[in-house]
């Protein structure tokens, strides 16, 4: 289903902004030290992707349990959607801060600029997450709506 596509989509969108808001070294790279931030949000961010995959397997149950009812899948989908959107918008804010205190420490690696740029990406794909995923479940609903009336086929003659 299009739903894994999407999220897996969403979640590389956000994990790869500060990377790629970062210039690459010139030569080889020089190991440095994560700091106890880094770390930190490393971790949210994983917690936050487990997140993301535990709704990804509640919308496909939705989606597959409302069989033909579309109305049904959506209305489960929509209140899946809105039990996980505050800790979508926390994650969007803890990743702003982040790239905030970030470019603050260091503006010379992290320019502000850049930090507003990967902010900005990452708000705008966290943003249109929900409306992706009702787009899919729809046509995933619809899909199923089509199979359950079209008419069995007949069992071909031996």
């Given at each position: 289903?299009?739903?894994?596509?999407?999220?897996?989509?969403?979640?590389?969108?956000?994990?790869?902004?500060?990377?790629?808001?970062?210039?690459?070294?010139?030569?080889?790279?020089?190991?440095?030290?994560?700091?106890?931030?880094?770390?930190?949000?490393?971790?949210?961010?994983?917690?936050?992707?487990?997140?993301?995959?535990?709704?990804?397997?509640?919308?496909?149950?939705?989606?597959?349990?409302?069989?033909?009812?579309?109305?049904?899948?959506?209305?489960?989908?929509?209140?899946?959607?809105?039990?996980?959107?505050?800790?979508?918008?926390?994650?969007?804010?803890?990743?702003?801060?982040?790239?905030?205190?970030?470019?603050?420490?260091?503006?010379?690696?992290?320019?502000?600029?850049?930090?507003?740029?990967?902010?900005?990406?990452?708000?705008?794909?966290?943003a249109a997450l929900p409306a992706q995923i009702r787009t899919g479940a729809q046509s995933a609903l619809?899909?199923?709506?089509?199979?359950?009336?079209?008419?069995?086929?007949?069992?071909?003659?031996?």
């Amino acid at each position: 289903m299009s739903l894994r596509l999407i999220l897996a989509a969403s979640a590389a969108l956000a994990f790869a902004a500060p990377a790629l808001a970062q210039d690459a070294p010139a030569g080889p790279p020089a190991a440095e030290a994560k700091s106890a931030a880094e770390i930190a949000f490393e971790a949210r961010g994983e917690a936050f992707q487990a997140r993301m995959e535990q709704m990804q397997g509640e919308l496909e149950a939705a989606v597959a349990g409302a069989g033909a009812d579309q109305t049904r899948g959506m209305a489960d989908v929509d209140a899946i959607l809105a039990r996980y959107q505050p800790e979508i918008d926390g994650f969007v804010a803890e990743f702003e801060a982040f790239l905030d205190a970030k470019s603050a420490a260091s503006p010379d690696k992290l320019p502000p600029a850049e930090a507003e740029s990967a902010k900005a990406g990452v708000r705008a794909a966290l943003a249109a997450l929900p409306a992706q995923i009702r787009t899919g479940a729809q046509s995933a609903l619809a899909a199923q709506a089509t199979a359950a009336a079209a008419p069995a086929a007949p069992a071909p003659a031996q």
